[in-house]
């Protein structure tokens, strides 16, 4: 089971930090995923970190403003949102995968958690 929490209403300019509490896995042997889903938009993978935390991905659009993390003592996954404007609100997701990522695409993550929604006014 994933759970995200931390979502909410932040102004322009604002952080939120995410969290995705994982259960039933064992975090040492999967990687996890943030996606995000605007309304009439497709889901998109935001960012990505391995099952070491060694290795990171993150889309064009949130690139030195987001700042994925892992603690795998806590079976947890963190999304560290800085610098949010308009075109991040979203129903943000997190997701476990056994594979190795190289690009953040849904089809690889077969577990998903229920979204926590963020929204950023102007």
């Known amino acids: 089971q994933l759970v995200e929490s931390g979502g909410g209403v932040v102004q322009f300019g604002g952080s939120l930090r995410l969290s995705c509490e994982v259960s039933g896995f064992n975090l040492d042997n999967y990687g996890i995923g943030w996606f995000r889903q605007a309304p009439g938009k497709e889901r998109e993978g935001v960012s990505y970190i391995d099952n070491t935390g060694a290795r990171t991905l993150y889309s064009d659009s949130v690139k030195g403003r987001f700042t994925i993390s892992r603690d795998n003592a806590k079976n947890a996954v963190y999304l560290q949102m800085n610098g949010l404007v308009p075109e991040d609100t979203a129903v943000y997701y997190c997701?476990?995968?056994?594979?190795?990522?190289?690009?953040?695409?849904?089809?690889?993550?077969?577990?998903w958690g229920q979204g926590t929604q963020v929204t950023v006014s102007s």
């Open positions: 997701a476990i995968s056994a594979f190795r990522i190289e690009t953040i695409t849904s089809d690889l993550f077969r577990f």
